[in-house]
């Protein structure tokens, strides 16, 4: 990536973290479509832009024509969560850990669909497996909202 892609990135990237989400899609848009960073960004955007439908869109195409690139499963699975349901984001996940059997947003996004679904003892499992794959997982569980059902089951048992 040239100096000058390097900077509209980081500007996009900037844009987003300030919640200037305009700046950012003209920014964005102002980036050589054909590369790759694009579509990450683009990701990005859609998602704090909160349109599901086109996140589901570009992710479930990427992860179809790219399906080494775990990032695109993840966005494609979050999108349908929002946009149908748990179970639906919970089968393309299982079928991305097939490709990425070590992807630890992967396990710990299944975990998540676990508790939120109330199988405690399977998101356990993956909770303990996503922090073995990558210790960070352990501090993203304590402020995980989906995670918050799993841990109130465990205190009561």
Known sequence: ???????QVLAVQG?????????????LDA????LDVVEILRCDLFSRQSKWAELKELAERLARSSPEGS???ISWAYAVRRLESVEDA???LIEARETHPTEPI???NLACYASVSGNYEEAR???????????TCKEMAKKDDDLKP???EATQS
Do not use: C, H, N, T
Not at 1 to 7: A, G, N
Not at 31 to 34: G, P
Not at 125 to 135: N, P, T, V
């Open 106 to 108: 992967i396990v710990y």
């Open 1 to 7: 990536m040239d100096e000058v892609v390097s900077r």
């Open 125 to 135: 499992e993956l909770l303990d497996q996503a922090i073995d794959l990558d210790a």
């Open 31 to 34: 980036i050589d479509q054909s």
């Open 150 to 152: 799993l841990f109130k």
């Open 90 to 92: 919970r089968e393309i």
């Open 71 to 73: 990032q695109w499963w």
């Open 15 to 27: 844009y987003m973290e300030l919640g200037l989400i305009p700046e950012a899609q003209e920014e």
